[in-house]
Each structure stands twice: as C-alpha cells, then as structure tokens.
C-alpha cells in the first residue's frame, strides 16, 4: 500500500533525512517544519494523510500540542512521534495524547519503515486473519509484532537460522515469545508443515524425563503397563522444540547429547537405538555457561546445542513494541469473543501499559487485556487500570489487574498515608503499630 506521510520537523536536516527513509520504502512523504504549518496543511489538503511522523520538540507549536489539536478536530490519523528526550515521561505524556507509536533520535530508515508499516497494517481484517493462522498452530515472521531495532534483530536472526537445521538456542525470560520465535523458524524452513513438538522439560518430573523424551518399551520399568512413543520420534521429520532446557537432569542431558551428534535415540527398555531426522530448538530462560560452571550443565552439550544463540529481550527494553501489542491483543480478543463493540485502548491506558515494566513480559500484557476485559466486560480502556487506592495515594504507572495483590502496585505515598498502603500479608511498619500515648 502506498501512503502518504506527513513529517513534521523543525530540523530541516531532520526533515530531509525522514522524508527519504519515507520514500524509500515507497511512499509519499509531505513535510512541515512545525506544528502550525502542519495544522494549515491538513486544513487545505484534498487528499488523505495515512500516517504523520511528528517531531515533539519544535518552536510555536510543540509536538504534543499539535496532537491534542488534531484529536480534538477529530483528526485520528496514527501519529508517530520522535524525541531526543528519551525518558518514560516524555513517552507517556505522547501516549496519553494519542500517539499511536514512538521513536527516540537518532532514527533509522527501517525503524521509520516498520514503525509506518505497523501503524497502515494494525486494522481489523488483518488482525482477524491472524487469530485464525494461530488457532490453526501456523506462526510466520509476519505474525510478529514489533518495532523496536532490537526485536527486528532478533527476527532477522531468526530467519537467518530458517534456512539451515543446525540447533538453535533462544535465550530470555519466561513470556517474552520463544516459542513463537520457535514457531515461525519451523514455518519459514524446509520442515513447514511437518511435526513441531514442544516440551517444557521444567514441568516434567525428573524420573519421566528420559521416558518422555526417548519413550520407553512395555515392561522398562515399574508401572510400564505399555509402550510409549518418545517425543524424538513424535518429531521425526520436524522440529523439536525444548523449553527450559536448562532444567534437563545431567543424566538425561547425556542421552541427549546423542541425540544431537548422532542422530538417533535409545528407547528405554530397548535393545536397539532409532534413527531420527530431527531440528532441534532450545529456550531458555537461564545463563547456561553460568549453569556450566556450577556443573548443572554439561558442557560438552552446551557447545551442542549453542550452535546459534539468539537472545530475546525483554519488553520492558523495547517499550516501542507495547502499543502495537496492546491493540493487537484487544482487536485478536474482540474478534474470538465476536463483541459487537470491538474493545480499544485510549490514551491514557495505553500511556500506562507503556510506562510499566511487565515482569511477566508479552504473557503479563495479553493476560491484563483480556482481564480487563472479563472483571469489567469493557468495550473501551479509556480510564487508567487501576484499583481505588486510599485517597491520599496515586498508582504510579501500574495496571491494578497485572499482579495480586494489591501491595504489589508501587504507590507513591503523601505524608498522611502510611499504613493505608502497608502490605496486608505482612505486618504494618514497627512505627505505624505503637501506641500514641506518652510513656508512663
């Protein structure tokens, strides 16, 4: 789809250089070197203006400015906004107008480019055709939402590893998408449409592993009432994704190494090994050279498997990637609730979920959607996700749905309230408990 993008900047080297990255990935790029001038262009313009990348800090009219004026005439064209103030407030402020995304300078064409791509793509058609490619188990590159260059480094190593079988290592904290990433290696390599089997060796007891793994014949071992397929063999011809491998118990890990090297897999209870032709994806949530030195990991199968380590960040490193996952996430569970109304996110929610900082990751984020969705059956998240907090204290950017209990939330607290805060599952501060009275 050609666009056509209005950029707005002070800088008229800044001006030029956006302008290119514009055009460069084939659309039609307008300029304006501030707010009122970009004001007046929308006045007389005859055409649509799909997108505007928007400078905030500009003389006359700022940037947040300027888009409180254009929501105000009703004006909803996504907004990207740039900044060489890269702090949390700056971003919320932004949020909380109405931005639709954001990028800190110096920019790069292709984070222009994605950040433009997201805000044309994000629409209800597409976000449904997705849901059904989920509900179908098929994830490709292009169902990844992300903006920020650390993501986009991520999928295009990603792909890089599509396109050849050696052992794939993926690296990060528990919620921040491995699996998909898994997922969408399997759909982009020559093993599409084959097995993906996945097993997260962290919630298998430590005596079923070898037998989980590698199956077991009728009669191995006590309570081996019959044969059991292992997942090697489940995986034959696929891929075989492991999830918390950092979790295998040494003994198992040697099986494994095997089963790397040589291709092949010892039935437990058997007399002979099978051949297997299997792709090979580990996750894990660990520093496995860390769990080498303390011995809890082989290192021989470390240098295995660590073939190709990709390391997934974080979201609260790449908070550029919050707003399109929030609207994703509320249009996906809009469309398999079939709501009538589909569910938004405001401003102000959004300047929230952006400023917080997401321990449980992607996971955390899609569970406090749609929990905001069932406790209140809301179609629109235009007031901050909060609790009723006691009246002298103010949640600092923490949606109240995101973790229990309510001491969790961080609040900031005035000289009046201090027990009204306190943790309910511990006791209040010594200071709070004493007795009033002078001593005797």
Not at 360 to 369: C, D, S, V, W, Y
Request: proline share 6%; aromatic share 6%; net charge positive.
């Amino acid at each position: 789809m050609i666009a056509h993008v209005l950029v707005v900047d002070d800088d008229p080297i800044q001006r030029r250089l956006l302008k290119n990255a514009v055009e460069r990935h084939g659309h039609v790029a307008h300029v304006a070197e501030n707010g009122l001038a970009a004001l007046e262009f929308l006045k007389h313009t005859s055409g649509p203006i799909n997108v505007i990348v928007l400078d905030l800090m500009m003389p006359e009219m700022d940037g947040l400015t300027f888009l409180t004026t254009i929501r105000g005439m009703g004006i909803e064209t996504p907004v990207i906004v740039q900044t060489g103030q890269g702090g949390i407030e700056t971003v919320v402020e932004a949020m909380r107008a109405g931005a639709f995304d954001f990028v800190v300078k110096p920019v790069s064409p292709e984070r222009i480019g994605s950040s433009v791509a997201n805000a044309l793509k994000l629409d209800q058609k597409e976000t449904k055709a997705k849901s059904v490619r989920r509900k179908a188990g098929v994830v490709g590159f292009n169902d990844i939402v992300s903006a920020s260059p650390d993501m986009l480094r991520v999928i295009e190593l990603a792909e890089r590893a599509a396109h050849s079988n050696i052992p794939v290592v993926l690296e990060g904290e528990s919620g921040v998408g491995k699996e998909m990433i898994a997922r969408a290696i399997q759909s982009a390599s020559d093993r599409a449409g084959k097995p993906f089997i996945t097993v997260n060796c962290g919630a298998i007891p430590h005596n079923l592993v070898e037998s989980i793994l590698f199956g077991h014949e009728k009669g191995a071992f006590t309570g081996a009432s019959e044969k059991h397929t292992g997942k090697f063999v489940e995986a034959d011809g696929g891929t075989l994704f492991l999830d918390e491998i950092g979790d295998l118990p040494l003994e198992v890990q040697v099986k494994l190494l095997r089963a790397v090297q040589q291709g092949e897999v010892e039935t437990v209870g058997a007399s002979k090994v099978q051949k297997v032709n299997v792709r090979l994806i580990s996750a894990t949530n660990k520093d496995l050279i860390e769990e080498v030195r303390a011995g809890r990991f082989r290192e021989d199968l470390y240098y295995r498997l660590n073939v190709f380590p990709i390391t997934i960040p974080a979201l609260r490193r790449r908070k550029e990637d919050v707003p399109h996952l929030a609207r994703v996430f509320a249009e996906r569970f809009s469309s398999e609730q079939k709501l009538a109304n589909p569910v938004s996110v405001g401003p102000g929610a959004m300047a929230i979920l952006t400023a917080y900082d997401w321990p449980g990751n992607i996971r955390q984020l899609e569970n406090a959607i749609f929990a905001r969705w069932f406790w209140r059956k809301a179609t629109s998240f235009r007031k901050p996700i909060s609790r009723r907090s006691p009246p002298s204290c103010r949640i600092s950017a923490a949606p109240s749905l995101l973790q229990r209990p309510l001491p969790l939330l961080r609040l900031r607290r005035s000289g009046r309230c201090r027990c009204a805060a306190a943790p309910r599952s511990r006791p209040a501060p010594r200071r709070c408990m004493r007795s009033t009275r002078p001593a005797a």
